[in-house]
């Protein structure tokens, strides 16, 4: 039984970038998706201020979010 605990395990396991990219978009509401993007056109990368017009995200958050979704890696 061990064997079968330990193999169905090992297929779970996922890349964390690919968890931590999930999770952002999910915690986000589509409403908070559009004013960061809306935001970010106006002020560029300025994440204390838009962070000050979504209640309860701090700017880091929204930083993180930001690069996770939209940053282009070449």
């Known amino acids: 039984m061990a ?4 193999s169905s395990t090992e297929n779970h396991t996922v890349d964390s ?12 509401s589509e409403d908070e998706e559009t004013l960061i993007r809306r935001m970010y056109n106006l002020l560029g990368e300025r994440w204390h201020l838009i962070a000050g017009r979504i209640p309860g995200r701090t700017a ?9 979704m939209y ?4």
């Open 3 to 6: 064997d079968s605990e330990q």
């Open 17 to 28: 970038q690919e968890v931590t990219s999930e999770n952002l978009k999910h915690d986000f």
């Open 60 to 68: 880091e958050e929204i930083e993180k979010y930001w690069n996770t």
């Open 71 to 74: 940053s282009t890696s070449e």
